[in-house]
C-alpha cells in the first residue's frame, strides 16, 4: 500500500469549530487510524449539509481510493420509480462492483444508485456547495461487505457509505444518462420498473480516487436514525435541461408530480469534514468543467439574470419557473448561432 509522503507531524488544520486541531501519530497507519475513529466516534447529525472547503480539514496521507469491476457489465439492470425516487439497480455475476482503501476501512460493496431534483433547474441538490444549489443529485449507496446486506448495514455505525454527484447543467445532453432518460416515460406511475441495457457504472458515473471530501452524517427513515459516511466528488457530472425535466413528470404515491424529493438543509455545527488527498484548487469548493461552445456560456449568463431578478424582485415561484421554461426558446435560438 503506497501513501503521499508528508511530513513527522500531522497537523490536521482548519475544522469549522477549532483551527488548530492537530493529530500527531508516529506512522501513516496510525493517521489513518485516528481519522477513522474522528469520523465513527462523531455525534450523529442529520444530512445534507453546506460543503465550503475553507471549513475542511486536509488529510494529505490516505490511499487512493480503489475501485473494483465497475468496468464491467452487470447480468441485469433496471430503474423503479419508488413514488420517491428512481432507483437503478443491477444483478451482477460472482461479484458486484465495490471500492477499497478509502479512509474507512473495509470493502463497501454497490446497493444502487438513485436520483434527486426540484421543480426547476434552481432547485435540486441535497448537499449545497459554497451556498449554492444545483439542479440534480446523484447517490451511489455502498454497503460494507461484512454485512452482507444494506438492510443489516444500515444498523451499524459504518454500514454505509453515499458516494455523492451533483448534477450540473450543460447544453447538450449527457449521454451517460441517454438510456436513463429514455426509459423514464415507461415508469410515470410510482412502483414500476423497466429493463435497460446492462451497462457498466463507469458508464453512468465518473471514478475518483483523490481529492474528495468526507463526513458523518445521518439519514431518517421511519422513525429510524441510519449513520452514513458522505463521500462527495468535486467534479459535477454534466446534464441538459431536457433530460432533468424528463424526472418532473414522474408521479408520487398519490399520482401527484414528484415535485421536491430532497431533504432540508442541516446546520453543519461543529461536525468535521475531511478533504481527502488534496491535489488541485482549494479555491472553489466544487471544480467546473471549462465552457467549451456559446451555448454553455450562453446558458450560464441566462441562469446568472434569473438569479438577479428573483433576488431583487423577489418573483414567486410561479413567476421563476415561467421564466426557466423560456431557456427551451433559448436552446432553438441557439441552435442557430
Not at 462523531?42 to 471549513?55: C, F, G, R, V
Amino acid at each position: 500500500m503506497s501513501f503521499h509522503s508528508i511530513s513527522a507531524e500531522y497537523p490536521l488544520v482548519g475544522s469549522s469549530t477549532n483551527e488548530d486541531t492537530k493529530i500527531t501519530a508516529n506512522t501513516d497507519n496510525d493517521y489513518l487510524r485516528n481519522v477513522c475513529q474522528i469520523l465513527d466516534s462523531e455525534p450523529l447529525q442529520e444530512a445534507p449539509i453546506d460543503i465550503n472547503i475553507s471549513k475542511m480539514i486536509p488529510v494529505d496521507i490516505a490511499p487512493s481510493l480503489n475501485w473494483v469491476h465497475f468496468d464491467e457489465s452487470p447480468k441485469k439492470m433496471k430503474i423503479t420509480n419508488t413514488g420517491h425516487s428512481v432507483i437503478l439497480s443491477a444483478k451482477w455475476g460472482q461479484e458486484r462492483p465495490y471500492i477499497t482503501n478509502s479512509v474507512l476501512p473495509g470493502k463497501y460493496v454497490f446497493s444502487q444508485m438513485h436520483f434527486h431534483w426540484g421543480v426547476n433547474d434552481m432547485e435540486g441538490s441535497e448537499h449545497t456547495f459554497d451556498g449554492r444549489q444545483y439542479p440534480g443529485e446523484l447517490h451511489v449507496v455502498l454497503f460494507k461487505s461484512c454485512y452482507l446486506t444494506q438492510e443489516s448495514a444500515l444498523k451499524e455505525r459504518d454500514g454505509v457509505a453515499i458516494l455523492v454527484y451533483i448534477l450540473n447543467l450543460q447544453q447538450a445532453g449527457n449521454p451517460m444518462f441517454q438510456e436513463v432518460v429514455r426509459v423514464l416515460p415507461a415508469i410515470a406511475k410510482a412502483h414500476t420498473s423497466a429493463k435497460i441495457t446492462p451497462v457498466p457504472l463507469n458508464n453512468l458515473i465518473t471514478p475518483f480516487d483523490v481529492d474528495y471530501f468526507i463526513y458523518k452524517g445521518s439519514i431518517t427513515t421511519v422513525n429510524c436514525v441510519h449513520p452514513v459516511s458522505w463521500i462527495i466528488c468535486r467534479y459535477p457530472i454534466g446534464i441538459s435541461s431536457d433530460q432533468m425535466d424528463s424526472f418532473r413528470f414522474l408521479l408520487d404515491n398519490d399520482d401527484e408530480i414528484i415535485k421536491r424529493n430532497f431533504r432540508p438543509m442541516q446546520p453543519t455545527n461543529d461536525r468535521y469534514i475531511f478533504h481527502i488527498l488534496p491535489s488541485t484548487s482549494k479555491y472553489a469548493t466544487l471544480l467546473q468543467k471549462p465552457l467549451n461552445d456559446i451555448g454553455d456560456k450562453i446558458m450560464q449568463i441566462y441562469r446568472m439574470h434569473v438569479l438577479y431578478d428573483s433576488y431583487n424582485e423577489k418573483k414567486s415561484e410561479k413567476s421563476i419557473i415561467d421564466k426557466l421554461n423560456d431557456h427551451k426558446i433559448m436552446r432553438n435560438m441557439m441552435g442557430t448561432i
